[in-house]
């Protein structure tokens, strides 16, 4: 059965910028067999009505870059593009926020709008730029890719609205994305191979064991420490500018850390929540047994067999690494927040809590009484971390081209909040905060990482 008119769709994607005849025929039969890729509204999900929620501690913008030693096909690059939001069409759609229930109301577009190639002699100038923009929920795109081009590199950023993906969402949408141009660049295979299945929290119950997911989707309790430390921010009255701090750590020095983190029985997120705790503790002035909470990201992905089978969402929940005393130097540190770690992994519902019950809120009311609800009892942690992990460098190459280097950093947050975001790549460890301040904001981060890769190095 024939869903659209075949002429008419055929000029709709030219006029959107689609410039391959062969790719236009096969785009049109993989959408024809996936019919709900004609849907004009698509139903806002939990997951999505809980960052449209966030818009009141954030800009709601996600951040990432990846960074690659040759030039990008421009039109091949594109074209890919165009194939991934026809098959993904809620990021080519405007956020209608209704107060009975918010929908995607997708949207006509041309790929300008979302993918700009740019010769650039300052590409600190350029990304920083970049990512200081924000999409509108009005925008008809949801991401915004930039790729600056500079003595033969390819500097891909990427901004989106955080209500379409997490980080594991990012790392999807691009591991398909790299599949799709290089299959199209090297041998001709029509870029359309993109996720459409279902975004729906519902999803991580699938694959459970069928009494494990009847006790999983009962856990109503999501009881987060209570902790009262904040950075020394001079204020806390919201700014406009967005500003981001990071560091690295070399990929010698991080190997180091990481070997003696394994000598004593810790992981990789264990150094990166440790350090920022030492940090916090020296631009703060806390003494070594006061007690501190960090929140942790934690991807719900991990429940599922093949990651594959679902479609680019946000699956992330959040642990809390409570220590009761700080601890005296940075492997103290460590130590405690290992120990707590493996107590946190003791419980099978890591993450699950709590889920349930946002899910009735949004379900039993009408959207503006659930979020007046949701935002009486959401508890926004002042002090989190989010580790993106290891990037895959071979997922991740374009044309058989890998990364040299990758760059994440998350919404910017209101103050006080302070969220920092990190990845490892080619066994380097990157490390940022995204902020809504000003200058002197800025100064109190760039002590407060200086202090970060000081703990790491320190081993």
Not at 310 to 338: M, R
């Amino acid at each position: 059965m024939s869903y659209i008119n075949k002429e008419g769709e055929i000029i709709s994607l030219k006029n959107k910028g689609l410039t391959d005849e062969k790719v236009i025929k096969d785009l049109i039969c993989r959408k024809e067999k996936n019919p709900e890729l004609y849907n004009s509204k698509i139903p806002c999900e939990m997951y999505d009505k809980v960052n449209l929620m966030c818009r009141n501690y954030m800009d709601r913008m996600a951040r990432f870059e990846v960074d690659y030693d040759f030039i990008i096909d421009e039109v091949a690059f594109k074209n890919t593009a165009i194939c991934c939001l026809e098959c993904a069409p809620f990021m080519h759609s405007k956020v209608i926020n209704s107060p009975l229930s918010p929908y995607w109301k997708v949207c006509d577009y041309h790929i300008d709008q979302m993918v700009t190639f740019e010769e650039v002699e300052d590409v600190e100038k350029a990304r920083m730029e970049f990512f200081s923009k924000e999409i509108p929920l009005s925008s008809n795109i949801q991401m915004n890719i930039g790729v600056f081009i500079n003595n033969s590199k390819s500097y891909v950023c990427f901004i989106w609205n955080h209500m379409c993906f997490d980080g594991g969402g990012y790392k999807a949408f691009w591991s398909d994305f790299c599949k799709n141009y290089s299959d199209y660049v090297l041998y001709g295979i029509s870029p359309v191979n993109f996720s459409s299945g279902s975004r729906k929290y519902t999803e991580i119950y699938k694959d459970m064991d069928k009494d494990f997911a009847k006790k999983a989707k009962k856990q109503f309790a999501n009881i987060s420490p209570k902790d009262k430390h904040i950075l020394p921010f001079e204020d806390t009255k919201k700014e406009d500018s967005v500003i981001i701090v990071h560091r690295e750590v070399s990929a010698e020095k991080f190997s180091k850390a990481v070997d003696y983190a394994k000598s004593v029985g810790a992981t990789v997120n264990d150094i990166i929540v440790a350090a920022y705790i030492d940090a916090f503790g020296k631009v703060s002035g806390i003494n070594e047994n006061e007690s501190i909470n960090v929140s942790c990201a934690t991807d719900l992905r991990r429940h599922l067999k093949d990651t594959k089978s679902i479609g680019y969402t946000n699956h992330v929940s959040f642990a809390h690494c409570y220590l009761e005393h700080k601890g005296s130097d940075f492997k103290d540190t460590l130590n405690k927040v290992s120990l707590k770690t493996k107590e946190i992994k003791k419980d099978p519902y890591m993450g699950l809590h709590g889920l349930p019950l946002l899910n009735i809120a949004y379900k039993s009311m009408v959207y503006l009484q659930a979020e007046t609800v949701v935002k009486l009892f959401y508890n926004n942690p002042t002090l989190s971390v989010s580790n993106v992990g290891k990037i895959d460098t071979v997922a991740f190459s374009l044309a058989n081209n890998p990364p040299f280097s990758a760059f994440v950093a998350g919404a910017a947050k209101n103050k006080p909040c302070a969220v920092m975001t990190a990845l490892t790549i080619n066994g380097r460890l990157k490390a940022s905060m995204c902020l809504r301040g000003n200058e002197k904001d800025k100064e109190l981060l760039e002590r407060f990482f200086t202090e970060f890769k000081n703990s790491i190095e320190s081993i």
